[in-house]
């Protein structure tokens, strides 16, 4: 067993050892130590001095940068939209500055936005959607009979004003005349929100959302079609959207490229055209080239992420 004696050296030694270690401390080392400590302090001050230095430098230079794009603009896109109508079509939670600025571009090349809307969490989802099928069934009796593909195919035809998904025929006539009541029923349900009428093109931008991780949204959620991920349910709309219309191109910040909606367009090889970088000043400039390259058969995949085909499409 372990006696009293044993205990009462252990302590005895711990006690020497602190107290060798406040005299060596406070006495021989004390000088080394507090000059070494000071020295990786000072080191340390100097790095974070040089950091901050450099992000200033190069936040400068960004904003050079934009201002450069900004005074080039009109030459890089007079006139290559003249006459050209656009159906612009935002995520939910897309960064109103950034779609403001591609109008603003859109504008400036001659071309006109037809109808400026934004999903909403529920635009395309199966949650409470009885009464809405009813509705949107009743307007086209010749929906597909699944009820996701359903729903998708009703905003393809209220945007498009085509309906080549349903079978040719009278049906398909049909339900192309009923496009603008389509639109109104997704407006009036709360499933879009916009402050245009009713119109039509065969052009079509899409805004991702700020910051998105859809390529990370693998499984079903709340907001996503019974059975399916959100990330479907979103690229399933775009792809269908690239079928009834001339050209849909994409667009999103730096972040989409690598984690939202152009990065999964891009890996599963959409026919729809996607543009990268629109929180930089040459965002909106690539993406006006891009509806342009569009609307003259042109497909590709643009901006500086590493995926991106090329930075700009050629002037067509």
Do not use: C, W
């Not at 080392?29 to 507090?34: A, D, Q």
């Not at 349910?233 to 939202?260: P, R």
Request: proline share 3%.
């Amino acid at each position: 067993m372990i006696d009293f004696r044993y205990h009462l050296v252990s302590l005895v030694s711990v006690f020497l050892a602190l107290a060798v270690g406040i005299v060596l401390g406070a006495g021989p080392l004390k000088e080394p130590i507090g000059a070494s400590l000071q020295s990786q302090v000072d080191s340390l001050r100097t790095d974070r001095d040089d950091l901050r230095a450099k992000l200033d430098a190069a936040g400068g230079n960004i904003e050079k940068q934009n201002e450069f794009i900004t005074e080039a603009a009109p030459e890089l896109t007079s006139g290559i939209l003249n006459d050209k109508t656009i159906s612009i079509v935002t995520g939910p939670h897309a960064d109103p500055e950034q779609v403001e600025a591609v109008v603003n571009r859109i504008t400036e090349a001659g071309g006109t936005v037809a109808v400026d809307a934004s999903f909403v969490e529920n635009t395309l989802s199966l949650a409470d959607s009885t009464e809405f099928l009813k509705t949107l069934r009743t307007l086209v009796p010749a929906l597909p009979e699944d009820d996701a593909t359903a729903i998708r195919s009703a905003l393809v035809i209220a945007l498009t004003g085509k309906a080549s998904a349903l079978p040719e025929g009278k049906e398909r006539d049909d339900a192309a005349k009923q496009a603008g009541a389509l639109f109104d029923a997704f407006v009036d349900a709360g499933r879009l929100r916009t402050d245009s009428d009713h119109a039509t093109s065969d052009l079509f931008l899409v805004v991702d959302n700020k910051n998105s991780q859809l390529a990370e949204q693998d499984k079903p959620t709340a907001e996503a079609s019974e059975g399916q991920a959100k990330r479907t349910v979103i690229t399933d709309f775009v792809n269908a959207l690239t079928t009834e219309s001339k050209s849909v191109v994409a667009a999103g910040d730096a972040g989409s490229a690598q984690t939202g909606l152009i990065s999964v367009l891009r890996t599963e090889r959409s026919k729809a055209s996607t543009v990268d970088g629109l929180s930089l000043g040459a965002g909106p400039v690539i993406t006006v080239r891009a509806l342009a390259a569009g609307s003259a058969g042109g497909h590709g995949h643009y901006g500086f992420a590493s995926n991106a085909d090329t930075i700009l499409p050629k002037k067509e």
